[in-house]
């Protein structure tokens, strides 16, 4: 399965590969407003809204893999983290 959905906030576009058969990965572009300070805070929702896993990357990655999640539907919203305020 492979979507591909407008950021929310700073993130910019999301790409998601084959996320729902035991994982995937997970692509974005960084913000045209810059490079965050502290990187990018990854949040991974069931179809039901329920908050399945959340994960923080550094500034400059732009992509992760993503484990262990049960067979469905999710929606991925990637946050910038300039100094604690994720947007």
Excluded: H, M
Aim: without cysteine; hydrophobic residues 30%.
């Amino acid at each position: 399965q492979s979507s591909q959905t407008s950021g929310s906030g700073q993130s910019g576009v999301v790409i998601i590969t084959g996320l729902g058969s035991g994982g995937g990965s997970i692509q974005w572009q960084a913000p045209v407003s810059g490079e965050p300070s502290e990187g990018y805070r990854i949040d991974i929702f069931d179809k039901e809204g329920n908050l399945k896993k959340s994960i923080i990357v550094p500034a400059g990655t732009y992509g992760a893999d993503i484990q262990d999640l049960d067979e469905g539907d999710y929606t991925v919203i990637v946050y910038a983290n300039d100094d604690g305020v994720f947007a």
